[in-house]
């Protein structure tokens, strides 16, 4: 049994119950909270050490041999999002100590969180098709409730919303094994590939389609994104914090997954689908965000528009295409997930997030404003920030295929970002504050909210001063995902 | 069997779809469970339906006799139908809180609060 493995899923269900059974006293559940998210932290980086040092880990549950049982995987990718995903947990849950209302605590929101978490580690981990469609309701499931608890007029529309095309997508994504299962008899991905690789090119392609849809949807890609600009600003921010910077990775992460190690037999039509839709995606996202002016909604719009980025780097389908996707996850979850805990500090300070009615932030927050400015330039790609390589990563595997067109809508695209990111800048923190808003504290920003805010900021400049590290590591996990056999050994013990 | 099977799910698909495209919560929800009910049949039919052999060794063999019913897809099913049930049993509540708080049954007033 490979410990490594097993604790990340292990940490969340166990913190996600001790919460419950502690659930008269909030200063419990909030200490419980706390360690089990830096518990998943250091499990994540542990797994990652692991996978690194070892190879791509399998573990076979109930000693039932692949593809019979249900398997753990767990391969560089997969380790590195589990890592990235129990940073994130950690400084999310801190931020929620601050800004999560008594009330929200008491109805449960920390078990919930853990069980959320609990989702995406198990979708980041699972080796079967099935499996992920149980961990990713796990996830939604969650999901629905941490959008709707609270139960404000909002909320209550927007989780309407929420849900009923997150439901559609798991139909649609239990079509697709419907159908998969009658044509090849197994679920397990690594027996899938391996059944697929002698088949001719066309014959899974519908359940390919099916698939592509239902994780686009959680995904968040072109035209099928409109729920998530329509719910994401309405929880408390360290729900829609962890939603932004988790919840669409984990569909591009299933994308990814099936796209490279599953449906490779004609990348001619799936690759260049995914390759037009990444492009509308980035396009539609950033000319959405631009209409906008209120900060979770604009930052909601640049989520659907990154997300593009990601799916680019798939639908190129080359070794360092998929390492700039890789590289981009990695940026994008720091530094999304770090502006929505900006927004909501200075939801905090000034009680709103419509930029008409924020002014004078600059003046009052200066450190704020440089700790907004680092994720912001990082986002629009400005030298020597994350998101700099991550874009040059991708612009250079897209000019060496060649392929020009995605890279102009890139190189636009990332000009666009940063023009909504001076606009929030001129309007939240340059203009004078308009006469007459005495909404919010007014005072300091709650160490508890600054604490996370910083950590992640200095993470988004470490990997623009040695983006090397995070390169390297991402060309090696793509490295494996191209090379599907070193995957289907790990898992069924034989080669492909 | 089969033929009749994929007409009935060929049905539901589209019934459920018709029915989540009207503004109607209650019709939403309706399809929602259509929906559910349909996907659970494609699986049942797309495995393969065999009648009366029940994948159980008997007495004295060593080996299944051929042909047998597969026993996994009756597995995911059943995983399907507690997963569903969950689901809309959150939806229920969610659409019952909707309509007291939005005091409608019309999803077009969805938003509504919030434009201009």
Avoid at chain 1, 183 to 209: E, H, I
Avoid at chain 1, 292 to 308: A, D
Avoid at chain 1, 394 to 421: C, E, I, N
Avoid at chain 2, 9 to 19: D, K, M, Q, V
């Amino acid at each position: 049994m490979k410990l490594a493995l097993i604790l990340p899923l292990l940490i969340p269900l166990l913190t996600a119950v001790a919460c419950i059974l502690g659930g008269a006293s909030r200063r419990a559940q909030r200490m419980l909270s706390i360690l089990g998210a830096g518990a998943l932290l250091a499990a994540g980086v542990w797994l990652l050490r692991e996978v690194d040092a070892g190879g791509i880990q399998a573990v076979q549950l109930g000693n039932w041999p692949a593809p019979f049982g249900i398997t753990l995987v767990a391969d560089l990718f997969s380790a590195i999002m589990v890592a990235i995903t129990g940073f994130v947990a950690l400084c999310v849950g801190i931020f929620a100590l601050a800004n999560i209302d008594p009330a929200r605590e008491r109805f449960g929101f920390h078990p919930l969180y853990h069980f959320l978490l609990l989702g995406v580690c198990g979708a980041f981990l699972t080796g079967d098709l099935f499996n992920l469609f149980v961990w990713f309701e796990v996830m939604l499931m969650s999901s629905f409730v941490l959008l709707a608890l609270g139960g404000e007029r909002p909320q209550i529309e927007a989780a309407v919303k929420y849900l009923t095309l997150n439901f559609i997508a798991s139909g649609l994504f239990l079509t697709a094994l419907g159908i998969l299962y009658g044509q090849f008899g197994t679920l397990n991905m690594a027996d899938l590939a391996v059944k697929l690789r002698d088949q001719p090119a066309g014959v899974a392609l519908s359940s390919a389609m099916l698939l592509f849809v239902a994780f686009g949807i959680k995904a968040g890609v072109f035209p099928l994104f409109f729920w998530l600009p329509a719910s994401y600003h309405t929880p408390p921010v360290a729900v829609s914090a962890i939603f932004a910077g988790l919840l669409t990775k984990v569909g591009v992460y299933a994308l990814i997954r099936v796209f490279t190690l599953i449906f490779t037999a004609d990348p001619a039509t799936t690759h260049t689908l995914i390759v037009a839709v990444s492009v509308l995606t980035m396009i539609t996202g950033v000319l959405g965000a631009a209409a906008q002016y209120e900060i979770r909604r604009v930052l909601s719009f640049h989520i659907i528009s990154q997300i593009g980025y990601m799916t680019l780097g798939l639908g190129l389908f080359t070794t360092a295409a998929i390492a700039a996707a890789i590289f981009y996850v990695v940026h994008h979850i720091i530094v999304k997930t770090n502006l929505f805990l900006i927004a909501g500090a200075i939801g905090h300070v000034r009680g709103t997030g419509e930029l008409k009615r924020l002014g004078g932030l600059y003046h009052a927050y200066p450190w704020l404003a440089l700790l907004f400015l680092i994720p912001a330039m990082s986002l629009g790609g400005i030298p020597p920030l994350s998101g700099f390589f991550a874009k040059f990563a991708l612009v250079k595997a897209a000019l060496d295929l060649p392929s020009y067109w995605p890279v102009v809508a890139a190189l636009a695209v990332g000009l666009l970002t940063l023009f909504s990111m001076t606009k929030i800048w001129a309007e939240a923190f340059w203009k004078a504050e308009p006469e007459g808003e005495t909404r919010g504290t007014r005072g300091g920003v709650p160490r508890l909210m600054l604490a996370p805010i910083v950590a992640m900021a200095l993470l988004t400049v470490a990997i623009g001063f040695f983006p090397g590290t995070l390169l390297d590591l991402a060309t090696r996990a793509a490295g494996q995902l191209m090379n599907p056999n070193l995957y289907i050994e790990a898992v069924l013990g034989r080669a492909g | 069997m089969e033929t009749t099977l994929a007409i009935v799910i060929g049905g539901l698909y589209a019934i459920s779809f018709y029915l989540m495209l009207r503004r109607s919560m209650v019709k939403l929800i309706f399809g929602l469970m259509l929906f559910s009910q349909a996907v659970n049949l494609l699986i049942f039919t797309a495995a393969g339906l065999t009648r009366g052999q029940p994948p159980i060794i008997p007495d004295g063999a060593n080996a299944l006799p051929v042909p047998f019913a597969d026993p996994l897809p009756q597995a995911l099913i059943l995983t399907a139908i507690v997963i569903s049930f969950g689901m809309l049993a959150f939806t229920l509540a969610l659409t019952r809180r909707a309509h007291s708080t939005l005091g409608t049954d019309d999803l077009d007033q969805l938003g509504k609060s919030e434009r201009p």
